[in-house]
């Protein structure tokens, strides 16, 4: 089989360890397997997301030593595709318009999971025309999609067998904002389907995401790339490193190391490598292997370690 990976960032900020993690592990898949590795940015929410982060993720991926094939797409120039597939679900009648507001959402009486997930409640699902036209007067719906009751299992290429129950663990999710900003779960399905993606590789923390997308691709007609989750990486307090932080983002590494240092610390945190030497990421092409990733969560290597933003 041709591999095609690819590595899709949020441009909300710029780069830290933890993406180029995700970045360097996915070109390392998708390059040892002779594949065409591809880029995507997801600036959905084009607000948060501004064009300069974008730039400056390219320009980060090119110095670290991470290339990529063809252009570039950038969703936010997408939704014209996205509604193509909107109303694919529209026709199949799995489309209702939602009301609630994001307090009535998260308040201490909806739905939670055990790991704080809210499960939508329902409350629009039944809505009569009438009750749709009168609430549409006072606010503008997002679109959710009504999920059937199945259980969704697929191997993981890090963490083995995952089983969500869309029901009872993922719930009727939105595909389409009030404000028309199309949802990631939507869009990422869309992309990955159409440009033929056959391994996705991503955070720990979009595990759960996978299988309403994976149900996702079978109404759409695509066939679902294989799905890795890599482990998160958290600084020494076991805190996830986050792009809010502004920690240890690219700005301030590059300054501070060169990109073989930067490579060389991740490779070692990840198990690829015994010890931290520089080394650059194409160096790391023949020796990677999937097996070597632990489940458990990485540390920050030491040599990052004492740098704050000053
Ligand atoms: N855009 C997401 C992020 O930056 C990644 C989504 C994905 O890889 O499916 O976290």
Redesign the pocket.
Known sequence: MHTIGRF???PSGRMHLG?VLCALLAWLSARQQNGEFLLRI?DLDEMRCPRSFADLIIDDLRWLGLDWDGEIPYQSERTAVYEKYEAILREKGLLYPCFCSRAALHAASAPHLSDGRVVYAGTCRDLTPEQVAEKRRKRAPATRVRVPERTITFTDGVYGAYTETLTEECGDFIIRRSDGVFA?QLA?VVDDGLSGVTE?V??HD?IGSTPRQIWLYELFGFTPPNFIHIPLLCDHDGRRLSKRDEDLDLGLLREKFTPEQVIGALACAAGLTDTAEPVAAKELVKAFLWEKIPKHELYLPNVFRDIEKN
């Open positions: 899709a960032p949020s993406n997801e990631y990422v996705v991503r955070g979009l």
